[in-house]
């Protein structure tokens, strides 16, 4: 299976930080990724897909990049609504993986 | 509505099994593959498999083939999860997907608990 390291963990930011996660695969996947947002108990949100792709009604300070093996995630300028944790996921190759997430705080 | 709705929680003994469902509605069940994702607890996301909603052949993630059985009824619009011969470790929260590759609708999710 493809292996995606998510960094960092955790992230503790204020409001108005550009804030930017990283999602690096062991193997190199093109640019078959997908980011997705998740609130606690709830379904995750596809924001993002083919590493750059911006889906309909999702906020533009949100943005991806990246091909390969190492792909970016940033958050232009935080906002309280966005506290809860992403991930990003491989589709490359089945099984579909996700990595490990980032949770997402408000300083 | 382009949905997909989850059936409600369960609580069941190790040794057991657990029928989940999920219904598809708003869009033409059959065009998209269906995906099965779990989530233990404060864990992440893990991909069980998928099942080709056109022809009801499913797909098994290595890790989870055996226990695991996707099926599904066109008529209902309605894919399902069996689970059998539960484990504690498989307290988990359940979902479905839309999508075999990019996952663009959930449902909200089945909550499985398994405790003795």
């Known amino acids: 299976d493809i292996q995606l390291t998510q960094s960092p963990s955790s992230l503790s930011a204020s409001v108005g930080d550009r804030v930017t996660i990283t999602c690096q695969a062991t193997?190199?996947?093109?640019?078959?990724l997908n980011w997705f947002y998740q609130e606690p108990g709830k379904a995750p949100k596809l924001l993002i897909s083919?590493?750059?792709n911006l889906q309909t009604g999702v906020p533009s300070r949100f943005s991806g990049s990246g091909s390969g093996t190492d792909f970016a995630f940033t958050i232009a300028s935080l906002q309280p609504e966005d506290i809860g944790t992403y991930f990003c996921?491989?589709?490359?190759?089945?099984?579909?993986?996700f990595g490990g997430g980032t949770k997402v705080e408000i300083k | 509505q382009v949905q997909l709705v989850q059936s409600g929680s369960e609580l069941k003994k190790p040794g057991a099994s657990v029928k989940i469902s999920c219904r598809a509605s708003?869009?033409?069940?059959?065009?998209?593959?269906l995906i099965w994702v779990r989530q233990a607890p404060g864990q992440g996301l893990e991909c069980l498999g998928w099942?080709?909603?056109?022809?009801?052949?499913?797909t098994y993630a290595p890790a989870f083939k055996g226990r695991f059985v996707f099926s599904m009824d066109t008529s209902l619009s309605t894919a399902y999860l069996h689970l059998s011969d539960l484990k504690v470790e498989d307290t988990a929260l359940y979902f479905c997907?839309?999508?075999?590759?990019?996952?663009?609708?959930w449902g909200q999710g089945t909550l499985v608990t398994v405790s003795s």
């Open positions: 997907a839309r999508g075999s590759r990019t996952p663009d609708l």
């Open positions: 708003g869009y033409h069940f059959t065009t998209y593959a």
């Open positions: 099942i080709n909603t056109n022809t009801g052949n499913p």
């Open positions: 193997q190199h996947i093109s640019h078959f």
């Open positions: 083919d590493s750059s």
């Open positions: 996921q491989q589709y490359d190759d089945l099984p579909l993986t």
